[in-house]
């Protein structure tokens, strides 16, 4: 090989591996399956990237959506979770065994409204699916589950199946009835009892995340 050349092209080629390599290093947590309206993803340190259907979405990817948007996220082991408008999620971690039975979920929702389904990951053992929110976490159980952020606080509702916990600084409770909802105001607040959702106020809350 030339001697010019040779200086254009290694530098190439060293820079397609490592690229390579970076992509091989991410974990890959699920795959856009539905889009409405704009959204981006973005790694820690990395530009933010458009998001389409079947775009791949990695552990570390934080999650924008914009007005007038929705997004559905399959995750890989089946579980599902839809976005609305002007919302942020953190995939902080997301990794499943099935074989081996294992498998943690690690999401934050930083603002806004989601609908969420925990498939199998949520049938393991321990209940290894978390949603960290700014006033509480929450533990699923094999279910599915409505939450909604503003500022510190947030309400969640059980829309199906075994049920939901919450848990902070303050104290914990359990939701296990369905249309059966919770507000917790800050980390600090201790969170309150269950209250049961009118039908109205169900409709209302699945319309903000609704196609």
């Keep these: 090989m030339f001697p010019i050349l040779r200086a254009f092209v290694i530098p190439i080629i060293l820079a397609v591996t490592v690229y390579a390599g970076a992509c091989e290093a991410a974990d890959r947590a699920g795959t856009v399956t539905r889009i409405k309206g704009e959204a981006r993803a973005a790694s820690a340190g ?113 829309l199906d199946g075994k049920g939901v916990f919450l848990e902070n600084r303050a104290g914990r409770v359990d939701v296990t009835r369905k249309g059966y909802a919770i507000t917790i105001a800050s980390p600090d607040a201790k969170p309150p009892a269950p209250f049961k959702l009118t039908d109205d106020q169900v409709k209302a809350a699945l319309a903000t995340v609704a196609w």
């Excluded at 999650?63 to 919302?87: F, H, Q, W």
């Design 46 to 158: 990395a530009p933010s990237r458009p998001l389409a259907e079947g775009a791949e979405i990695f552990a570390g990817d934080e999650v924008k959506t914009g007005t007038a948007t929705r997004v559905e996220i399959t995750m890989i082991n089946d579980a599902k979770l839809t976005l609305g408008d002007n919302s942020r999620l953190v995939i902080d971690a997301y990794v499943f065994q099935p074989g081996a039975k294992k498998g943690n979920g690690a999401l934050r929702v930083v603002k806004g409204v989601f609908r969420a389904t925990s498939g199998k990951i949520g049938k393991l053992e321990g209940a290894p699916f978390r949603v960290g929110m700014p006033a509480a976490t929450l533990g699923i159980r094999g279910t599915e589950f409505w939450g909604e952020v503003k500022g510190e606080g947030l309400l969640v509702a059980l």
